[in-house]
């Protein structure tokens, strides 16, 4: 059971390229996230998906965009990097149980925008 | 948007002492409190959570500890171990799954 995994785990960009972070959950689950983790900032939310085939901006999405392509599959494309965009990208997915709304973290890919 | 506060931002502890870690929410509606533990170089991961209808609950060293009222919940690390250094974040569980700042725990050897 690999759990939520995500692709690539290192990237360095230049300024204006973009990529698409991939993202694959093999848990069933219907809610999926997309976060960035800058030193001091905690974890802020880009984008999340409650179900396939829906989206919602979270806390800081500008230079974002995100596809639900299926159940199992949420990508993060950055069109245009920006040095800004420079961080720590986690996908996570998550399922509400006996103990309430659990989210589970892929491992996070390392981006650098030069 | 969904506001966690929690503090400290860091905390020192020694090896066997008591580590305290608070977070503050706004929303009354949450069913469940849960907090979070990353290690370097990894995702975070569940530690414990707590339910609104009790006001602790213990696994092994850890402990949450919820008041309803003050809408305050905390983290109780007994005789913090050196693995323990990591950096925790309570989290508001809404459809959205807003995570407070972290606070980054150091224990010494």
């Known amino acids: 059971n690999a759990g939520v995994t995500q692709t690539p785990k290192f990237q360095v960009l230049k300024t204006g390229q973009s990529m698409t972070l991939q993202c694959a959950q093999d848990m069933n689950h219907n809610s999926m996230y997309w976060y960035r983790q800058d030193p001091g900032m905690g974890l802020r939310l880009i984008y999340y998906?409650?179900?396939?085939?829906?989206?919602d901006k979270g806390e800081v999405p500008n230079g974002y965009n995100v596809s639900r392509l299926n159940k199992r599959e949420f990508s993060l494309r950055l069109e245009s990097a920006a040095p800004s965009q420079t961080s720590v990208y986690f996908c996570?997915?998550?399922?509400?149980?006996?103990?309430?709304?659990?989210?589970?973290f892929g491992e996070g890919s390392w981006l650098t925008v030069v | 948007q969904q506001q966690v506060k929690q503090s400290p931002q860091s905390l020192i502890v020694q090896k066997g002492g008591i580590s305290i870690i608070n977070c503050a929410y706004e929303?009354?509606?949450?069913?469940?409190f849960p907090w979070y533990q990353q290690f370097p170089g990894k995702g975070p991961a569940l530690l414990i959570a707590?339910?609104?209808?009790?006001s602790e609950k213990k696994e092994g060293r850890f402990t949450i500890s919820f008041n309803k009222s003050a809408k305050q919940f905390s983290l109780h690390i007994m005789d913090s171990q050196p693995g323990d250094s990591a950096t925790y974040f309570c989290?508001?569980?809404?459809?959205?799954?807003?995570f407070g700042p972290g606070t980054r725990l150091s224990v010494l050897p």
């Open positions: 707590i339910r609104p209808d009790v």
């Open positions: 996570a997915s998550s399922v509400t149980g006996d103990s309430g709304n659990t989210i589970y």
């Open positions: 929303n009354t509606a949450f069913d469940y």
């Open positions: 998906s409650a179900s396939e085939g829906t989206t």
């Open positions: 989290a508001a569980p809404a459809e959205n799954f807003v």
